[in-house]
Every structure is written in structure tokens, then in C-alpha cells.
């Protein structure tokens, strides 16, 4: 097998959330792999860090600083990151939040807050992406950001009230599963990957208030690592994994076996 397989040279690949955490990770081995990147975010400062840390790689990066909770400017969210290179060829729904609350005291706000950014906006920028780049192309991929928590509930002696970000990344999945049928006849691949507990500003109060607890319950006896994403990710945005379709990969060192 060639390596040439995971060569992303000549694509350009569009990161949500791309300044930090998982983002930022993927990022990372796109880059490395030969990917132009363009990252969005909400802070600018953190877009100039991340894009010079990738530019200091090697890496050409362009940047657009957005809030897309803000559904009606993704259109032109999308227009401007088509217009930095030239197209886009990767799309990574990576973009998301959470809020803490048990069901009998979920401010609909807070419901309402995570559903807009984690289901409702990659919904508009992936069909925006596909109509302006990947349609007319006859290829793409597609790689959203899910979370394990979406394929179930959560232990009860985790006392992990998220029943809002869960059923938001359960959303992702079939998301996932229902575009690849719909758009894999016109050259579109599209997965999800599903992490376990990484490092990132999301989970890291929670790993560190319980580790002790959920240690027992990851056969591989740790939490994800700087580099343990960044190779699912790759296969799934190359032609590596050109024949795989529909499928969400979870990444959390076996807690889901």
C-alpha cells in the first residue's frame, strides 16, 4: 500500500472550531498531510495563534472569524472560505457546545443553545458547502464531529447531566448515516467520528472531577491524546478511506466495546 493514499496535496479542507481542541488537532495532520486549511472561530486572537502554530508546520491557512450560532451569515461564511483557495474539498463539522443541567431543570434556552450550534449550523454550512463546491465538483468529503455521548446515555454515577449535548450529537450520527445515502451517488463521502474523552475545554472539568470513576470503564486505561484523532480523521478526508461511507468511527479508547 502506498502512502500516497493519505496524501491530501491539491485539497483544501474547512475546520470548524479549527483555533483549538479537536479543531485545532485535525488541523494539524491535514496540514501535515498537504491539506490547505481554512479555520473558523469566534475569537480572532485564537484563529492568529492557531494559523501561525500550522503556518510554522508548513501549512497555508486562511481564517474567518464567525459565530455560527448566527445561522443567516453561514452563507457567507462558506463564500469566503471557498474564495481563499479556490473551492473546498473537506468539510469538518467540528464546531460545538454544551450545557449542564439534569432534565427537570434544562432551561430551554440552554436546549436551544446547543441544538443551534451543534445540529443546526453544520446542517446549513454542509448543504451551503455542497451546493457553492462539492456537488458541482462530483466529489467531497465530509467528516462531522459527533461525540459517544450520542450513542447512548450516560453512567449515573457520573452525575453527567448533558442530556442536551447528547441527544445533539445523536443527531449527528443519523445526520451522518441519512446525507451519505442521499449524496454518496454524486461522489460524496460523509462520516462522523465519535471521541471519547479528550483534553479539550469541553471535557476537561469533567476528567478532571472524575477520573478516578471512569478510568475502570476505558479498557485501553487513558483519555485521548494529543495525536489519537488525527489519524481517523485523516483516513476518513483521504482516499484511504475512499470506500467508506455512512460509518461513525468512535475513537475512545474501547469505552463503547
Known amino acids: 500500500m502506498s502512502l500516497k493514499l493519505f496524501d491530501l496535496s491539491g485539497r483544501t479542507a474547512l475546520i470548524t472550531g479549527g483555533s483549538r481542541g479537536l479543531g485545532l488537532q485535525i488541523a494539524e495532520a491535514y496540514g ?21 502554530h500550522l503556518g510554522a508546520m508548513g501549512a497555508e491557512v486562511a481564517t474567518v472569524a464567525c459565530d ?7 452563507p457567507d461564511v462558506a463564500a469566503q472560505a471557498g474564495a481563499a483557495f479556490g473551492g473546498i474539498d473537506i ?24 441544538m443551534t450550534l451543534n445540529v443546526t449550523a453544520p446542517y446549513v454550512l454542509t448543504q451551503e458547502v455542497g451546493k457553492r463546491f462539492m456537488l458541482p465538483a462530483g466529489s467531497g468529503r465530509i467528516v462531522n464531529i459527533a461525540s459517544v455521548a450520542g450513542l447512548g446515555g450516560n453512567r449515573a454515577d457520573l452525575e453527567m447531566y448533558t442530556i442536551a449535548y447528547n ?16 449524496w454518496g451517488p454524486r461522489g460524496i463521502n460523509v462520516n462522523a467520528l465519535a471521541p471519547g474523552f479528550f483534553p479539550s475545554k469541553l471535557a476537561q472539568v469533567l476528567m478532571d472531577r472524575l477520573e478516578e470513576k471512569m478510568m475502570p470503564g476505558i479498557p485501553l486505561r487513558r483519555f485521548g491524546g494529543e495525536e489519537d484523532l488525527k489519524g481517523p480523521a ?18 475512545d479508547g474501547g469505552m463503547m466495546a
Open 91 to 114: 468539510l469538518v463539522n467540528n464546531a460545538g457546545t454544551s450545557w449542564g443541567a439534569p432534565m427537570e431543570a434544562h432551561p430551554l434556552d440552554g436546549w436551544n443553545k446547543v
Open 32 to 52: 501535515a498531510a498537504g491539506a490547505k486549511l481554512v479555520l473558523t472561530a469566534r475569537k480572532r486572537h485564537e484563529l492568529d495563534e492557531a494559523a501561525a
Open 68 to 74: 455560527l450560532t448566527e445561522i443567516d451569515t453561514i
Open 234 to 251: 485523516l483516513l476518513l478526508a483521504s482516499d484511504a478511506g475512499r470506500h467508506i461511507t455512512g460509518e461513525c468511527i468512535a475513537v
Open 167 to 182: 441527544t445533539s450529537k445523536g443527531a449527528m450520527i443519523t445526520f451522518t448515516r441519512a446525507l451519505a445515502t442521499e
